[in-house]
Each structure stands twice: as C-alpha cells, then as structure tokens.
C-alpha cells in the first residue's frame, strides 16, 4: 500500500529537549516535504527536498532542521524546541511533477 | 513573494447542490501549479485536484472541476452533486516550477447540509 508514515503521532515535550519526528514514504517518490498548520494561518512549508542531499528552506524554517541521506526518508529535527512550535506537523511526498502526491497522518507536537 | 487568499472563511450547501470556492493568488512567474486539498475531520490531507499554469483546458475530477482564469490570477473549485461526505476544509495552494516551494490559503471550511 501507497503510503507516507510519520511517527510520532502525538509528542508532548518541555521547552529545549531536542525531537524528531520521522518521515518515510513507499513510492520512490523524488520530492518530500514538512509543514507545519496553525489555525487560521493554513498550512505552511517548513523545508522540502527534491532528491536525495538536495534540502531547501520554505517559508518558516526557522528552528528547524531536516536531512535526507536516503530517498525515502526525510526526518525533522528540532535542536530546542520552544511553545511556538506547537502546532500540526504534515511530511508529504510527491513525484517530480505532483500529479501523485501523499501527506502523512500529522504529528500534533505540544511544547510546555 | 507568493501569496494565496481564499476570501471564504466557511461555506455552507445543500446536499445534491453546486458550490463554488473561491482562490487568488499572486505572483510574477509564469509557469506554475495550482492545487486544491481536502481535510476532512480526520485531518488526512487529500489532494483533490492539480492544474499547470500552461495549460488552457481547466482540469476535472469526477465530481470536482476548476475555472482557471490566468490573467486575474483566479483559481476557484467547483464540487457538483455536493455530497456528506465533501464536509471539510479545503485549501488551495500554489507552487512555482523554479522554486517548488509551496504556499497555502488559509482555508474554507465546507459544509454539506442534508
């Protein structure tokens, strides 16, 4: 089955205790990508990959990191969290054209 | 920058009926894609339906059709027959070929009224 696993699910974490949340998709799929959705605000990308070692920031990047030393994995990274990244996390992957894409089931991240 | 508004906060329609949401957005590139997403209450994104900016033809799925107007930067979606099931938020968004980052509109929240 086609599919975009993320993991956690759910994350509780107190302020500056490094996390990261995984990613792994099935497809082959060449593009993955992280965002973050807020109320009101939609979604809005955090840093995205169009091939292996090939990684981009989006539009909120900041306290974020992400790798991608293989094609079907793309994990995020959060050095120091801080209550500001609270919020819902999606990884989502593509083909290179983005006629086929996935979104993971989202990661709810809460920072105490 | 790339922006995208969807002017609709939340929008209702009868069961069976056509309804019509609303997307702009702006840029000054000139080739690109457009999307629309659902989120139903599971908060699975689902991506309903894709268009390329070159091409003319407004691209349709099943039930589900777009009016893509290039030179006023409009891109609305159109959900025929509207079913329970099309309860959701839907998003649409934008992303350029030189750039492939993606930018989102806030979202409008759908409902189906049996």
């Known amino acids: 089955e086609a599919q975009v696993t993320q993991n956690p699910r759910y994350l509780i974490t107190v302020t500056g205790k490094k996390l990261t949340v995984t990613c792994s998709q099935n497809?082959?799929?060449?593009?993955m990508s992280w965002y973050r959705q807020d109320p009101g605000l939609g979604l809005r990308q955090i840093y995205y990959?169009?091939?292996?070692?090939?990684?981009d920031k989006g539009d909120v990047p900041e306290g974020y990191k992400v790798s991608r030393k293989e094609k079907r994995n793309f994990p995020l990274i959060l050095e120091s969290p801080s209550p500001n990244q609270t919020s819902l996390y999606f990884c989502?992957?593509?083909?290179?054209?983005?006629?086929?894409?996935?979104f993971g089931p989202g990661t709810r991240l809460t920072v105490l | 920058a790339q922006t995208v508004t969807q002017s609709q906060p939340e929008m209702s329609v009868q069961e069976a009926e056509t309804v019509t949401l609303s997307c702009t957005y702006d840029?000054?590139?000139?080739?690109?894609?457009l999307f629309w997403y659902k989120q139903p209450p599971s908060r699975q994104m689902i991506l309903v339906i894709r268009?390329?900016?070159?091409?003319?033809q407004n691209a349709t799925e099943n039930r589900f059709s777009v009016n893509f107007q290039k030179a006023a930067k409009s891109f609305s979606l159109k959900i025929s027959d509207s079913q329970l099931g099309d309860t959701a938020m839907y998003f649409c968004?934008?992303?350029?070929?030189?750039?492939?980052?993606?930018?989102f509109g806030a979202g409008t929240r759908l409902t189906v009224k049996p």
């Open positions: 968004a934008f992303m350029t070929y030189n750039n492939n980052d993606m930018r």
């Open positions: 497809m082959n799929h060449e593009y």
């Open positions: 990959s169009m091939n292996v070692e090939v990684t």
């Open positions: 989502a992957s593509s083909t290179r054209t983005h006629n086929e894409q996935f």
């Open positions: 268009q390329e900016a070159y091409k003319q």
């Open positions: 840029t000054s590139e000139n080739n690109y894609y």
